[in-house]
């Protein structure tokens, strides 16, 4: 962590806590001393490959996967008041080349944030996920999200998302 | 009662709704993954959907802001616990339950 993001804190602090007496801002400079300390602890993450989100494209992204989100929990609300016979659950694991790491855990997060699919495990660009039903599968599959998360870090990225065999050397069926 | 109340009110009711009828999944859907779907997803939404309903109520405040914030926060840290759960069933072995109808696909492919 900066100094700059310890001062980033301490200002959020003042503005949620509103007090400015010594008391309370006493205790804010313990906490954010307290996080500096433990996030210096913290192993780097900053690992090869890592490149800049693209600012006014990801507060673009976001709005765009609330509203995905909000579509998605409609569709997967009626599959639980329906019948029993609406789901067919499945998994399936699937490899999509992103920029960097930091697209793969914004696309995982995505998958798993839009109701209907779960990202059960990642490996590399590896990906298993969970599905309710066909529909959400066949949504993954599409590749529009993909692309998009690719995006928020490259505006020339273009990626596939292809479907690989469930079943490899370890894991799942003991 | 103002327009924004109004407004306020009936997003909050959608988001309670949408939490019950993650309730109801965790009871009715048949297996882990399926209701970690209800308990994790269906919630997330339904608790964004409210807490953006309360931020309009109480206007443009700092209160609204900090719900705001939990709001964000939520969209952070759940999809993290739902992978946890999940992955963990995964990896132990614990196979998706399939409808009767896939179950009698997969046997005639096998065949």
Same mark, same amino acid.
């Given at each position: 962590?900066?100094?700059a993001?310890a001062?980033?804190?301490f200002v959020?602090w !003042?503005?949620?806590?509103? +007090?400015?007496d010594?008391?309370?801002?006493g205790?804010?400079?313990?906490?954010v001393a307290?996080l500096?300390?433990?996030?210096?602890?913290?192993?780097?993450?900053r690992?090869?490959g890592?490149?800049?989100?693209?600012?006014v494209? #990801?507060v673009?992204?976001v709005?765009? %996967?609330?509203?995905?989100m909000?579509?998605?929990?409609w569709y !997967? =609300? +009626?599959k639980?008041?329906?019948?029993?016979?609406?789901l067919?659950p499945?998994?399936?694991?699937?490899?999509?080349?992103?920029?960097?790491?930091?697209?793969? !855990?914004?696309?995982?997060?995505?998958?798993?944030?839009?109701?209907? #699919?779960?990202?059960?495990?990642v490996?590399?660009?590896e990906?298993?996920?969970h599905a %309710?039903?066909a529909?959400?599968? +066949?949504? !993954?599959?599409?590749g529009?999200?993909?692309?998009?998360?690719?995006?928020?870090?490259? =505006?020339? =990225?273009?990626?596939?998302?292809?479907?690989?065999?469930?079943?490899t050397?370890?894991e799942?069926?003991? | 009662?103002?327009v924004?109340d109004?407004?306020g009110s009936?997003?909050?009711?959608?988001?309670?709704?949408?939490?019950?009828?993650?309730s109801i999944?965790?009871?009715?859907?048949p297996?882990?993954?399926?209701?970690?779907? $209800?308990?994790? &997803?269906?919630d997330?939404v339904g608790?964004?959907v409210?807490?953006?309903?309360i931020?309009?109520?109480?206007g443009?405040?700092l209160?609204?802001l900090k719900?705001?914030?939990?709001?964000?926060?939520?969209?952070?840290?759940?999809?993290?616990?739902?992978? $946890?759960l999940?992955?963990? $069933?995964? &990896?132990?072995?614990? &196979?998706?339950?399939r409808s009767?109808?896939?179950?009698?696909?997969?046997?005639?492919?096998? &065949?």
């Amino acid at each position: 962590m900066s100094l700059a993001a310890a001062v980033g804190l301490f200002v959020l602090w !003042v503005l949620f806590s509103g +007090k400015l007496d010594a008391f309370h801002l006493g205790i804010g400079a313990l906490s954010v001393a307290f996080l500096y300390w433990q996030e210096s602890r913290l192993p780097a993450i900053r690992g090869e490959g890592e490149r800049r989100l693209r600012i006014v494209t #990801t507060v673009v992204y976001v709005f765009w %996967l609330l509203w995905q989100m909000l579509l998605a929990a409609w569709y !997967v =609300a +009626k599959k639980i008041l329906g019948p029993k016979e609406g789901l067919q659950p499945r998994m399936f694991r699937f490899r999509c080349e992103m920029p960097s790491q930091v697209n793969s !855990v914004l696309f995982a997060n995505s998958i798993t944030l839009t109701p209907g #699919t779960l990202t059960v495990d990642v490996e590399g660009d590896e990906m298993v996920v969970h599905a %309710l039903t066909a529909d959400t599968e +066949k949504d !993954v599959f599409e590749g529009d999200m993909a692309q998009r998360v690719a995006r928020l870090s490259e =505006a020339s =990225a273009s990626v596939s998302v292809e479907k690989l065999p469930l079943e490899t050397k370890k894991e799942g069926r003991v | 009662m103002s327009v924004s109340d109004i407004i306020g009110s009936v997003l909050v009711f959608v988001g309670l709704l949408g939490m019950l009828i993650g309730s109801i999944g965790l009871v009715r859907l048949p297996d882990f993954f399926a209701r970690t779907h $209800a308990a994790s &997803k269906v919630d997330t939404v339904g608790v964004i959907v409210a807490v953006v309903g309360i931020a309009i109520i109480s206007g443009l405040t700092l209160d609204a802001l900090k719900v705001l914030l939990i709001g964000f926060f939520l969209l952070l840290t759940n999809p993290v616990a739902a992978h $946890a759960l999940g992955r963990a $069933a995964w &990896k132990s072995g614990l &196979k998706p339950w399939r409808s009767d109808a896939q179950e009698a696909k997969s046997e005639e492919a096998g &065949k």
